[in-house]
């Protein structure tokens, strides 16, 4: 019985099969179609939620950090990017690629070499070979989930955490600067009246007029050292003292894939007398968490228990969501699962336009989505191919014979999607956007922990200048860090500080502590009313009476606690008070 179901089931084959005169099978095998392949609902192996640790002088601080870009999941940001690939491929719009239009598809490499640079040529060596891996369901042409599911290895390049290279050479310099010029009576400590004091510098030091001191304002010779002759000199800008302690490190790890070796570091930085376990008085967790780690309740934390705090939750889980423009990124806390407040929930601030600070005894987290303005929104890649103009208005591979030319040359057939000879500067610039497409795509978690200079305790906003009203919260902000004195600023209160900055890979690298000295500043007010944006041409966030066009009276009417700013909160009661009248 069972030989003959076997043999009906192959006599459809047996059918089509042609026999030799000895009565062997010839002719092709019989083709075998698989199951028409779905992708897997998954991320495609993009990560955007991770671990941050950060190893504070008192406290070891883990956050879990979700990623998104305009509010959406990163991995559909690199589907649509897929797909808008696909249908250039796709000719016939058929919604499949045929053998012939796979032939235009760019390896993986060549994509991964657009998301990195933003520009790539490189096509398959092996069309056929490609075509196989590319149809896995073996029906003779390739769906979009085949396609997506190909180009999965490429999707780990989308987003990266990545720890920033770049050091702030200035910071000891501009410190030693800035104390010097504070610190009027030598003691080499900064009281109240001293830092009140410092307000004065703005009629002195104030060379742009934009009632804000930079740091090349306030102290140029850290910058443009000078000769005694007053000749600029160049020189090497300063660096770090050796006799300084390292700044604790901050550690960035996928979400759920902290290493075990983590124990050892934890040990190494917080476990004060070397008995391989935590007391109380070393716990740099917090009570909740080191209660739940001290499983035999002696009162230590062993390394051995040690090894469940990669198990604990997060102390703190946050949203960094990117925006499209300036002003739209948000931070948020997320709740926890339990409904209870997080035990550092009262540490973290928002301070809007995308960015929050984490405090932490007399340390922060500085935390950031980050999106240009002004000058520094423009800083993607510029295409590499340029189209050649030429009296008819296209292109044919006879005008491209020079060797400035090669890439051209080789993408030709690719880029002319009417197969007609002809490249159009449509059809070029399609083609260019679809790889600048690539480009935006790539996301950076760069995170970094460094001591900050004096100025950027200062610069409570971080744009890089200081403000009267900043000048003036200085002395309350400063004793507030201060671990020594009560009475006085000294060196002390700047500890090492941690930063997380979340940007597109093209923008974020372009920002570094030093530039944030010397580069121009952005005067755009992008808050409050629309009268005070106007208004406020140093974009400072604070409308001055010498900003203000009208008289003395109605800036008064304005300004409620009438220190001489109008602030968006008083020029938003204002308005609302006007309304209200009307």
């Avoid at 019989?30 to 990560?47: A, H, N």
């Avoid at 600070?357 to 922060?364: D, E």
Wanted: charged share 30%; net charge negative; glycine share 8%.
């Amino acid at each position: 019985m069972l030989r003959t179901i076997l043999l009906l089931l192959a006599l459809p084959a047996l059918a089509t099969a042609q026999t030799s005169p000895t009565g062997q099978l010839v002719g092709p095998a019989p083709r075998v179609v698989k199951p028409t392949f779905r992708l897997p609902e998954t991320d495609l192996g993009i990560v955007d939620t991770y671990d941050v640790l950060f190893f504070g002088e008192s406290r070891l601080v883990r956050l879990r950090v979700h990623l998104k870009a305009g509010g959406e999941p990163l991995s559909k940001r690199w589907t649509e990017q897929l797909r808008k690939y696909f249908d250039f491929l796709d000719r016939d719009n058929d919604g499949y690629l045929n053998r012939r239009e796979a032939e235009f598809a760019f390896s993986r490499d060549g994509v991964g070499q657009m998301l990195k640079s933003g520009f790539a040529y490189q096509r398959p060596d092996d069309a056929a070979k490609m075509f196989a891996e590319l149809d896995v369901d073996g029906d003779g042409r390739v769906s979009f989930d085949e396609f997506a599911a190909y180009y999965s290895p490429a999707a780990n390049r989308v987003i990266s955490a990545t720890p920033n290279p770049v050091r702030d050479t200035y910071a000891d310099g501009l410190t030693e600067e800035l104390f010097k010029l504070f610190d009027t009576n030598g003691d080499g400590k900064l009281s109240r009246a001293e830092l009140d004091a410092v307000e004065r510098l703005f009629a002195t030091h104030d060379a742009d007029e934009d009632e804000c001191l930079s740091a090349t304002e306030i102290a140029p010779n850290v910058f443009f050292p000078r000769r005694p002759s007053g000749e600029e000199m160049p020189r090497p800008p300063p660096t770090t003292p050796k006799d300084r302690p390292a700044a604790p490190p901050m550690m960035v790890f996928p979400a759920g894939a902290i290493p075990a070796s983590i124990v050892e570091t934890i040990l190494t930085r917080y476990d004060k007398d070397k008995n391989r376990s935590l007391s109380r008085s070393e716990n740099p967790f917090g009570d909740e968490t080191f209660r739940r780690l001290d499983r035999d309740g002696n009162g230590e934390v062993s390394a051995a228990e040690l090894v469940n705090w990669k198990k604990a939750p997060a102390d703190l889980e946050l949203d960094m969501t990117l925006g499209v423009k300036p002003g739209e990124g948000a931070i948020k806390l997320r709740p926890r699962p339990d409904g209870k407040p997080a035990a550092l929930a009262g540490s973290f601030r928002a301070a809007g336009d995308g960015r929050a600070v984490l405090t932490i005894a007399k340390q922060a987290i500085q935390l950031e989505c980050y999106t240009p303005r002004g000058i520094y929104s423009d800083t993607g890649r510029q295409p590499v191919l340029q189209f050649p103009m030429t009296k008819s208005g296209y292109v044919t591979e006879h005008d491209i014979a020079g060797p400035q030319y090669q890439s051209l040359r080789i993408l030709f057939d690719m880029i002319d999607r009417d197969a007609d000879g002809k490249l159009s500067k449509a059809e070029f610039d399609a083609f260019i956007n679809l790889q600048m497409g690539f480009t935006r795509l790539p996301l950076s978690l760069v995170y970094s922990a460094q001591t900050p200079s004096l100025f950027q305790l200062i610069d409570e906003n971080g744009d890089g200048r200081l403000s009267v009203r900043e000048v003036r919260s200085a002395w309350s902000r400063l004793i507030g860090l201060e671990p020594v004195e009560t009475e006085y600023v000294t060196r002390a209160a700047l500890q090492p500080q941690g930063a997380l900055r979340f940007g597109r890979t093209t923008e974020v690298f372009t920002f570094t502590p030093t530039n944030t000295y010397t580069r121009p500043p952005v005067r755009q007010a992008t808050k409050g009313p629309v009268w005070f944006r106007k208004f406020d041409r140093n974009g400072d966030g604070e409308v001055s009476r010498s900003e203000f066009p009208g008289t003395r009276e109605q800036f008064d009417q304005i300004d409620a606690n009438r220190d001489g700013y109008i602030t968006i909160e008083e020029a938003e009661a204002y308005d609302k008070k006007v309304r209200v009248k009307k």
